[in-house]
């Protein structure tokens, strides 16, 4: 059985321990409400951005500014999107997971051949790919100190001209997309070539356009892209403060048991000392007499 002094001082510890994952908890919390409302208001924007585009996209013929065409997948770049902290549970294993499991299942022979690369976005997939000797791009990885749009545009920019140039065949997005505070859907996505639409009727509205259409699909389609690439940051952000806080008030929840634990063998182990002290006196009592 431990010591007083030792319970008492591991009753301090997980104390202490506890203040820290409720005040984490309180900041995750305060984060996540400014997060949520970046995603949630650009969502709609992007959504209809997405629908314009789909729509000249089904009426363009042959190749839309050159990020539609498709051709054999010999070079690949993944875009894996984590977090710079760690302490939110698996919401960064679940992105190392996803990349690994896409890379076994599509770019098996590709990554043999090291013709896959990495451009991590975030410190965690930095350090995590880094370490494992992965093919990585670690120009762009600093994105959520603060959330900017020109970050992740620069991040984007690099894998559309790498796409235009033939440095890459085939770039695809892997992020954590946000639900609910305690819910995270883990999103793996084409991001070029662009994908057709999947029903070009849906989209077929009639637009008077001003200047040529062709203009407006050069100047929409890298807009649209950028945006594509900054919506899964800032639904990563929003997953990650949601992901935190859950993984803090869990931790909170645990302490506290641990803490009822730790007060009863506290109790138990004082008793025990009183008795024996209490049976001592008494037998020292009797051997007088």
Avoid at 15 to 36: D, E, F, N, W
Avoid at 147 to 175: C, N, T
């Amino acid at each position: 059985m431990p010591s007083l002094k030792e319970v008492k001082s591991r009753i301090q510890s997980v104390t202490s321990t506890q203040q820290i994952t409720k005040a984490m908890k309180m900041v995750a919390a305060a984060k996540l409400r400014r997060a949520q409302d970046n995603v949630t208001q650009m969502r709609p924007y992007a959504q209809k951005l997405s629908s314009l585009l789909q729509n000249l996209s089904s009426q363009s013929e042959g190749e839309i500014a050159g990020y539609s065409g498709v051709r054999p997948v010999n070079k690949v770049l993944i875009m894996a999107v984590t977090s710079d902290k760690g302490l939110c549970g698996a919401f960064n294993s679940n992105v190392f997971k996803a990349t690994n499991k896409h890379i076994e299942d599509n770019y098996a022979s590709e990554m043999k051949a090291g013709s896959v690369t990495i451009l991590p976005l975030g410190k965690k997939a930095l350090d995590y790919f880094t370490k494992r000797n992965y093919n990585v791009k670690a120009d762009f990885w600093e994105q959520f100190s603060p959330v900017d749009f020109k970050k992740s545009a620069a991040a984007a920019e690099f894998a559309m001209k790498g796409f235009l140039a033939g440095d890459f065949d085939r770039v695809d997005l892997i992020y954590n997309e946000f639900k609910n505070v305690a819910t995270q859907i883990m999103i793996t996505e084409q991001f070029l070539p662009i994908l057709p639409p999947e029903a070009a009727s849906t989209y077929d509205v009639d637009y008077i356009y001003q200047p040529s259409k062709e203009e407006i699909v050069e100047e929409l389609i890298p807009k649209s892209l950028k945006i594509q690439v900054f919506k899964g940051v800032l639904d990563s952000n929003a997953a990650e403060h949601g992901a935190r806080m859950t993984a803090m008030e869990q931790a909170t929840d645990n302490a506290a048991e641990l803490l009822k634990e730790l007060k009863l063998t506290y109790n138990r182990t004082r008793q025990a000392a009183i008795t024996k002290e209490i049976l001592e006196i008494v037998a020292g009592a009797e051997a007088l007499g």
